[in-house]
């Protein structure tokens, strides 16, 4: 009966992390976007600027990219990092392996979170 318990209560665990980062991919996007979109009219007149100055569209481009990856990035990674070691310490605490399970997790919204900042980045410069 107590090996049923654990398993119970990590797939409980599991399935509230899953809906936990769904919360945060879902309110990690909509933040960055209304970032950039708050931000575009600044953007727009810095890179045309550096179009007067002499940069081309395609060195622009990868400026912009960076930028946008930074903004975007950065708070997921920083997820990705604390989920790991809550995960791996949660895992020695029920003494059940719950990282293997959580790393596929982990993929799937990273891969996700990078397809949603494909699609975005490409909006975003379609309107510069």
């Not at 481009?61 to 708070?75: D, E, K, L, S």
């Not at 997820?79 to 790393?103: D, E, K, P």
Request: overall charge positive.
């Amino acid at each position: 009966m107590p090996f049923l318990e654990v398993k119970q209560s990590g797939a409980l665990t599991l399935f509230i992390g899953g809906f936990i980062s769904v919360l945060f991919f879902l309110s990690s996007c909509s933040m960055t976007y209304f970032k950039w979109f708050t931000d575009i009219e600044q953007d727009r007149s810095q890179f045309h600027s550096l179009l007067r100055i002499g940069m081309t569209g395609k060195e622009i481009n990868r400026v912009a990219i960076w930028q946008m990856g930074i903004v975007f990035f950065i708070p997921i990674l920083t997820g990705v990092l604390h989920s790991v070691f809550a995960l791996y310490s949660l895992s020695h605490m029920l003494a059940i392996n719950l990282l293997q399970t959580s790393l596929v997790v982990i993929g799937i919204y990273c891969t996700a979170a990078f397809l949603y900042f494909l699609l975005a980045q490409r909006e975003y410069m379609k309107h510069i």
